[in-house]
C-alpha cells in the first residue's frame, strides 16, 4: 500500500455485534499465560475495518505478541477476513530506580560458567523484542565479556557527543553495552573488583539508554563477592537463573538463587539449557548432563521452571559467528521454546510484582489504626 493510498485509505467503523465478538474472544483466551484472559488486563481495545481488514489497537502490560496471533487467527476464521492486532505494550516499572528510559531491569545469572548464560541471554532478548519489547542486554561480565560478539558486533565502538554519556551499539534493534566495546579483554580481565564494579556502574549509568521495556543484564558467573556487590547495587526487578541439569552446575545454581534471596531480590524462575539432546537421525533424546535437574531446583524452591532447553547446534553456530537464530530458524522448536520463556520471564514480572496486576495482594489500609 502506497504512503497516499494509506493517508486516503477509509477507517469504517465495526457494529455492536462485532465488537462484542472480539471481546468475548479476548477474554475467553484463558492459557498458563493469561489466567484472567486478555480483556481484564487491556487498557485500550479499539477496533476498525480497513480495505477489507480489521485492525484491532490492543494495549498488553507484558510482552506476548504471540498469544494475540493465536488470538487473531481465530478470530479471522470467525469473521472470513484477515485480523491483526496492532499492540502497544504498556509496561510499568515494577521498582524504582535511576535508569532513565528503562522500565525494568532483569539479571540473568548462573552459578557456574559455561552454561550457556550469555547465549540464552542474547536469545531471550531476541525472543522478547519479537514479542513485541523494546529490549537492551548490559554486559556485566567485565572479565569475559561475550555479547559483542554474539551480537555480531566485536569491533563497535561507542560513541560519545559529550565527553559525559556514551550511545550504546545496536544490534537489530537490541540495544547492547559492554566492556568489551571499549576495552581490549586483556585489560579488564586483570581488574579488581572494585575497579570491574565500578566500571560496571559506569556502564549501566552513563550508557544513553533508548527507551527499552526490558533491560537484561549478563551477569558475570558465580556468586562471589562481585556478584553479591552487583545483585545488591544494581535496582534489578528480578533474576532469572540458568543452569544445566548437571548436579555440580545445580549446586552453584542452588547458591545463585540463596545469593538473590539474600539481596531480596525475587527470583523470577529457572531456565535449564542443555536440556537434552535430540538425535538428527532416529529423533531419541539423549539426558546428556542428568535430567530434570533445573526443575528440581525450581520445584525446591519454590521458583518458576521458565524453560528446558535442548542443546542445538545452530544455537552455538550462531552464538560463535555473532548470527540471529531467529534469522536463520524462525519456525524452529527452539525458537519457539526462547519465545516460551521470554513470554514467562514478562508475564511472571507483571504476575508477581506488578501492583496492577490481578494476582498481586493489593496492601489495603485499616482506619481503625
Ligand atoms: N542450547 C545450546 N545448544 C548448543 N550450544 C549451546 C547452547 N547454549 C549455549 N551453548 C554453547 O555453549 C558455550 C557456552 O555458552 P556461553 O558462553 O553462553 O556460556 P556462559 O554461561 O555465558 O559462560 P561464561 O559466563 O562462563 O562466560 C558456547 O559455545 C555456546 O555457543
Same mark, same amino acid.
Given at each position: 500500500?502506497?504512503?497516499?493510498?494509506?493517508?486516503?485509505?477509509?477507517?469504517?467503523?465495526?457494529?455492536?455485534?462485532?465488537?462484542?465478538?472480539?471481546?468475548?474472544?479476548?477474554?475467553?483466551?484463558?492459557?498458563?499465560?493469561? +489466567?484472567?484472559?486478555?480483556?481484564?488486563?487491556?487498557?485500550?481495545?479499539?477496533?476498525?475495518?480497513?480495505? $477489507?481488514? %480489521?485492525?484491532?489497537?490492543?494495549?498488553?502490560?507484558?510482552?506476548?505478541?504471540?498469544?494475540?496471533?493465536?488470538?487473531? /487467527?481465530? *478470530?479471522? $476464521?470467525?469473521?472470513?477476513?484477515?485480523?491483526?492486532? &496492532?499492540? &502497544?505494550?504498556?509496561?510499568?516499572?515494577?521498582?524504582?530506580?535511576?535508569?532513565?528510559?528503562?522500565?525494568?531491569?532483569?539479571?540473568?545469572?548462573?552459578?557456574?560458567? !559455561?552454561? !550457556?548464560?550469555?547465549t540464552?541471554?542474547?536469545?531471550?532478548?531476541?525472543?522478547?523484542?519479537?514479542?513485541?519489547?523494546?529490549?537492551?542486554?548490559?554486559?556485566?561480565?567485565?572479565?569475559?565479556?561475550?555479547? +559483542?560478539?554474539?551480537?555480531?558486533?566485536?569491533?563497535?565502538?561507542?560513541?560519545?557527543?559529550?565527553?559525559?554519556?556514551?550511545? +550504546? %551499539?545496536?544490534?537489530?534493534?537490541?540495544?547492547?553495552?559492554?566492556i568489551?566495546?571499549?576495552?581490549?579483554?586483556?585489560?579488564?580481565?586483570?581488574w579488581? /573488583?572494585?575497579?570491574?564494579?565500578?566500571?560496571?556502574?559506569?556502564?549501566?549509568?552513563?550508557?544513553?539508554?533508548?527507551?527499552?521495556?526490558?533491560?537484561?543484564?549478563?551477569?558475570?558467573?558465580?556468586? /562471589?563477592d562481585?556478584?553479591?556487590?552487583?545483585?545488591?547495587?544494581?535496582?534489578?526487578?528480578?533474576?532469572?537463573?540458568?543452569?544445566?541439569?548437571?548436579?555440580?552446575? *545445580?549446586?552453584?545454581?542452588?547458591?545463585?538463587?540463596?545469593?538473590?534471596?539474600?539481596?531480596?531480590?525475587?527470583?523470577?524462575?529457572?531456565?535449564? $539449557?542443555?536440556?537434552?539432546?535430540?538425535?538428527?537421525?532416529?529423533?531419541?533424546?539423549?539426558?546428556?548432563?542428568?535430567?530434570?535437574?533445573?526443575?528440581?531446583?525450581? &520445584?525446591?524452591?519454590?521458583?518458576?521452571?521458565?524453560?528446558?532447553?535442548?542443546?542445538?547446534?545452530?544455537?552455538?553456530?550462531d552464538?560463535d559467528?555473532?548470527? $540471529?537464530?531467529?534469522?536463520? %530458524?524462525?519456525?524452529?522448536?527452539?525458537?519457539?521454546?526462547?519465545?516460551?520463556i521470554?513470554?514467562?520471564?514478562?508475564?511472571?514480572?507483571?504476575?508477581? *510484582?506488578? %501492583?496492577?496486576?490481578?494476582?498481586?495482594?493489593?496492601?489495603v489500609?485499616?482506619?481503625?489504626?
Amino acid at each position: 500500500m502506497t504512503l497516499l493510498s494509506k493517508l486516503f485509505a477509509k477507517k469504517s467503523p465495526l457494529n455492536e455485534s462485532e465488537l462484542l465478538v472480539i471481546d468475548e474472544a479476548l477474554d475467553k483466551h484463558r492459557t498458563s499465560l493469561f +489466567p484472567y484472559g486478555i480483556l481484564t488486563l487491556t487498557n485500550k481495545v479499539e477496533a476498525y475495518q480497513l480495505n $477489507n481488514k %480489521i485492525i484491532v489497537e490492543i494495549s498488553l502490560p507484558f510482552a506476548a505478541l504471540s498469544d494475540l496471533d493465536m488470538v487473531a /487467527g481465530s *478470530l479471522s $476464521n470467525e469473521f472470513g477476513k484477515p485480523l491483526s492486532f &496492532e499492540c &502497544e505494550l504498556a509496561i510499568r516499572p515494577v521498582r524504582e530506580h535511576g535508569i532513565n528510559n528503562v522500565k525494568n531491569i532483569v539479571a540473568i545469572a548462573s552459578g557456574k560458567g !559455561g552454561v !550457556g548464560k550469555s547465549t540464552t541471554t542474547v536469545n531471550i532478548a531476541r525472543a522478547l523484542q519479537l514479542e513485541g519489547a523494546r529490549v537492551g542486554i548490559l554486559d556485566a561480565d567485565i572479565y569475559g565479556p561475550s555479547i +559483542p560478539a554474539m551480537l555480531g558486533k566485536p569491533n563497535e565502538k561507542p560513541v560519545s557527543s559529550d565527553g559525559k554519556t556514551m550511545s +550504546p %551499539i545496536d544490534a537489530d534493534g537490541i540495544t547492547s553495552m559492554s566492556i568489551g566495546y571499549l576495552v581490549p579483554d586483556s585489560d579488564a580481565a586483570v581488574w579488581r /573488583g572494585p575497579m570491574a564494579s565500578s566500571a560496571f556502574n559506569q556502564l549501566l549509568n552513563e550508557t544513553e539508554w533508548p527507551q527499552l521495556d526490558y533491560l537484561l543484564i549478563d551477569m558475570p558467573p558465580g556468586t /562471589g563477592d562481585i556478584q553479591l556487590t552487583l545483585s545488591q547495587k544494581v535496582p534489578v526487578a528480578g533474576a532469572v537463573v540458568v543452569t544445566t541439569p548437571q548436579d555440580i552446575a *545445580l549446586a552453584d545454581a542452588q547458591k545463585g538463587i540463596a545469593m538473590f534471596d539474600k539481596v531480596k531480590v525475587p527470583v523470577l524462575g529457572v531456565v535449564e $539449557n542443555m536440556s537434552y539432546h535430540v538425535c538428527e537421525k532416529c529423533g531419541h533424546q539423549a539426558h546428556l548432563f542428568g535430567q530434570d535437574g533445573g526443575k528440581d531446583i525450581a &520445584e525446591l524452591n519454590n521458583v518458576n521452571l521458565l524453560g528446558q532447553l535442548p542443546l542445538n547446534i545452530q544455537v552455538r553456530q550462531d552464538a560463535d559467528l555473532g548470527d $540471529n537464530l531467529f534469522d536463520d %530458524i524462525s519456525n524452529s522448536d527452539i525458537c519457539g521454546q526462547y519465545r516460551k520463556i521470554a513470554r514467562n520471564i514478562a508475564s511472571t514480572l507483571f504476575y508477581s *510484582l506488578d %501492583i496492577n496486576s490481578p494476582s498481586t495482594p493489593k496492601v489495603v489500609r485499616s482506619d481503625s489504626e
